[in-house]
């Protein structure tokens, strides 16, 4: 006889604990300052640097640089000595000190790292506006609503609307504790850690998709059985399947995290969150809205 895990008997205490888990993160991140979003949003300037000067590191540059404020990465071998400088300066032109011509804030930051180094090589350079940031941060919105909303519609055409519910409800409670992780951890939201939203906006409807076919696969089977038992049956069947994904994707993510350096750390780091935790929304949100949508509608 094949042993059914109840996984809807513990949806109240999972409810509870996502709930403490979301205000938790968003209490860190008030704390810390609220959302860190990068120059990609809000304008600035970001360099890729090769020194010359073996003292120099993320500490030493930080250090000369700090009427800046930058945020300093280091990339590639260690050897190489190359680092991500970048800071969220608006480029206005202030008089130098001789005050016979105006000087910009990122002329000052590169004459700043040339008077602290010796054989500073500045490899690349890239500047955003506060208008074309501010630009790029309502389209990123925009766009991921637009993403949750066409999937909303193709679960409801799909399914059926109470397993759109459960799916959206799943995948709003992903977003909002990725988020919130975001500003727990001082993670930079940029382009790569929206594209990381986005990601885990497609796998974890992928994962409840799944869960949701087994479910109306065996609702139509079923015997005597109640609806929560259908719903316990479908995630226990299912359950090897969720597991070996989540692990195999996060085997490679890990990977990322590891050996693909600083530039891809919050990129990876964001996606071992978002992956984790929409395998768990999957079991313990997805189902249990789907189950109190049914209940709600036999009363009716």
């Given at each position: 006889?094949?042993?059914?895990?109840?996984?809807?008997?513990?949806?109240?205490?999972?409810f509870?604990?996502?709930?403490?888990?979301i205000?938790?993160?968003?209490?860190?991140?008030?704390?810390?300052?609220?959302?860190?979003?990068?120059?990609?949003?809000?304008?600035?300037?970001?360099?890729?640097?090769?020194?010359?000067?073996?003292?120099?590191?993320?500490?030493?540059?930080?250090s000369?640089?700090?009427?800046?404020?930058?945020?300093?990465?280091?990339?590639?071998?260690?050897?190489?000595?190359?680092?991500?400088?970048?800071?969220?300066?608006?480029?206005?032109?202030?008089?130098?000190?001789?005050?016979?011509?105006?000087?910009?804030?990122?002329?000052?930051?590169?004459?700043?790292?040339?008077?602290?180094?010796?054989?500073?090589?500045?490899?690349?350079?890239?500047?955003?506006?506060?208008?074309?940031?501010?630009?790029?941060?309502?389209?990123?919105?925009k766009?991921?609503?637009?993403?949750?909303?066409?999937?909303s519609?193709?679960?409801?055409?799909?399914?059926?609307?109470?397993?759109?519910?459960?799916?959206?409800?799943?995948?709003?409670?992903?977003?909002?504790?990725?988020?919130?992780?975001?500003?727990?951890?001082?993670?930079?939201i940029?382009?790569?850690?929206?594209?990381?939203?986005?990601?885990?906006?497609?796998?974890?409807?992928n994962?409840?998709?799944?869960?949701?076919?087994?479910?109306?696969?065996?609702?139509?089977?079923?015997?005597?059985?109640?609806?929560?038992?259908?719903?316990?049956?479908?995630?226990?069947?299912?359950?090897?399947?969720?597991?070996?994904?989540?692990?195999?994707?996060?085997?490679?993510?890990?990977?990322?995290?590891?050996?693909?350096?600083?530039?891809?750390?919050?990129?990876?780091?964001v996606?071992?969150?978002?992956?984790?935790?929409?395998?768990?929304?999957?079991?313990?949100?997805?189902?249990?809205?789907?189950?109190?949508?049914?209940?709600?509608?036999?009363?009716?």
């Open positions: 006889m094949e042993k059914i895990i109840h996984f809807t008997k513990y949806r109240f205490i999972a509870a604990f996502s709930a403490i888990m205000i938790s993160f968003f209490a860190g991140s008030y704390f810390r300052g609220g959302l860190n979003f990068g120059i990609d949003f809000v304008g600035g300037y970001k360099l890729i640097v090769k020194f010359e000067d073996k003292s120099a590191n993320e500490a030493t540059i930080r000369a640089l700090k009427e800046f404020s930058p945020t300093v990465q280091q990339v590639g071998e260690s050897e190489k000595n190359e680092y991500i400088i970048s800071t969220k300066i608006e480029n206005k032109v202030s008089e130098a000190a001789s005050g016979s011509e105006g000087v910009s804030k990122f002329d000052q930051l590169k004459n700043t790292l040339n008077a602290n180094f010796k054989n500073v090589k500045i490899e690349s350079e890239e500047n955003v506006g506060p208008a074309i940031g501010d630009f790029l941060k309502k389209s990123a919105w766009l991921s609503i637009i993403a949750v909303i066409m999937m519609l193709y679960l409801a055409f799909r399914f059926e609307v109470k397993f759109a519910a459960g799916a959206m409800a799943a995948l709003l409670h992903d977003v909002l504790a990725s988020i919130a992780f975001c500003g727990l951890m001082g993670i930079e940029n382009i790569p850690v929206i594209a990381a939203f986005l990601t885990i906006f497609g796998y974890s409807v994962d409840t998709i799944v869960v949701f076919d087994r479910i109306r696969e065996t609702n139509e089977l079923k015997g005597k059985e109640t609806f929560n038992d259908v719903i316990d049956k479908a995630i226990t069947q299912t359950l090897t399947r969720t597991i070996l994904t989540s692990l195999t994707t996060l085997f490679g993510i890990l990977a990322l995290f590891f050996l693909g350096g600083e530039v891809l750390h919050d990129f990876a780091l996606l071992l969150f978002g992956i984790t935790i929409g395998t768990y929304s999957s079991i313990f949100m997805a189902s249990p809205v789907v189950l109190a949508w049914e209940k709600w509608r036999s009363k009716k």
